[in-house]
């Protein structure tokens, strides 16, 4: 299970990174492997992995290019 956020400016448009956060570990190291580097929408994206003791595991995603 996960939850996500995407961080806005106050006009509504996407700052360009959001959060992800894990129920488990294996989860978040999937999600990782699977999406790092690769084109969404039109855009690479890297992920990084920060662990958070009290919420879960959390995924960043920001754009690299």
Not at 35 to 47: A, Q, R, S, W
């Amino acid at each position: 299970s996960f939850t996500h956020r995407v961080l806005l400016h106050s006009d509504g448009v996407s700052k360009g990174f959001g959060f992800v956060t894990f129920g488990k570990l294996e989860e978040a190291q999937k999600a990782i492997e699977t999406m790092n580097g690769k084109k969404v929408l039109g855009k690479i994206k890297t992920f990084s992995f920060e662990l958070v003791i009290r919420f879960g595991f959390l995924v960043r995603s920001s754009n690299s290019g």
